[in-house]
């Protein structure tokens, strides 16, 4: 089975703080993306990469980096947070050609 | 752009009902289709796909039929169980490399009573 881990899943953090976002995945894929999901919104891409050191914005990037230093780890990065980045967050992999999208769990985020 | 559209929520249905959950879909080219589910608390697992016009794709007795003539790839199932109470998301992906990001619709909640 394709495993995902995410590394928090309910996270609290103040207005301005720096936070980190991670997610590791236990196979060789090489395309990871991070999506925010919301209520009404479905979910919205944010970032994606195809290989270690690439990264693509996605619809949504404002506000948001990440970061892929190694294959199975990809880290979003709120440089700044603020409350409009309350949210669910996704992280999903995928091999490079093949179809199919693998979520984690998520990650509950409230900016306070 | 690509975009998928599906039926606002939420649908409230009762054991055993039949369900239709309406997904159409603009995209260039010859996009790939798909369903996801999410129950409560967790991330989106993949519940099927077609990846041509006609296809149908099938799994835990949800079926979905891709039409060209009228870009749509409704959600179906005969007879519903409390254990389907979750959000549904309809999916494209577009391009020939299966290497393009999915464009999600924003979910359809379902809730099945006993």
């Known amino acids: 089975d394709v495993k995902v881990t995410q590394s928090s899943r309910y996270l609290v953090k103040r207005t301005g703080e720096k936070v980190f976002l991670e997610c590791v995945q236990d196979m060789d894929h090489e395309n990871m993306f991070w999506y925010r999901q919301d209520p009404g919104l479905g979910l919205r891409l944010i970032y994606f990469?195809?290989?270690?050191?690439?990264?693509e914005k996605g619809d949504i990037p404002e506000g948001y980096s990440v970061s892929r230093e190694k294959k199975e780890r990809f880290s979003l990065i709120l440089e700044s947070a603020s409350t409009n980045q309350t949210s669910m967050y996704l992280c999903?992999?995928?091999?490079?050609?093949?179809?199919?999208?693998?979520f984690g769990p998520g990650t509950r985020l409230l900016v306070l | 752009g690509d975009s998928v559209t599906q039926m606002e929520g939420p649908v409230t249905l009762s054991e055993e009902a039949f369900l239709t959950i309406n997904c159409t879909y603009t995209?260039?080219?010859?996009?790939?289709l798909f369903w996801y589910v999410q129950y409560p608390g967790e991330g989106l697992q993949l519940l099927l796909k077609?990846?041509?016009?006609?296809d149908k794709g099938s799994n835990k007795g949800f079926e979905a039929t891709y039409r060209k003539e009228t870009t749509s790839f409704h959600l179906e199932k005969g007879s519903v169980q409390v254990s389907d109470s979750a959000v549904y998301f309809c999916a494209l992906m577009s391009g020939d490399s299966g290497n393009t990001p999915l464009v999600f619709g924003k979910g359809t909640r379902l809730s099945v009573i006993a």
């Open positions: 077609a990846t041509k016009a006609d």
């Open positions: 999903a992999i995928q091999t490079l050609y093949q179809e199919t999208q693998y």
């Open positions: 995209a260039t080219g010859y996009p790939s």
């Open positions: 990469s195809y290989d270690v050191k690439m990264k």
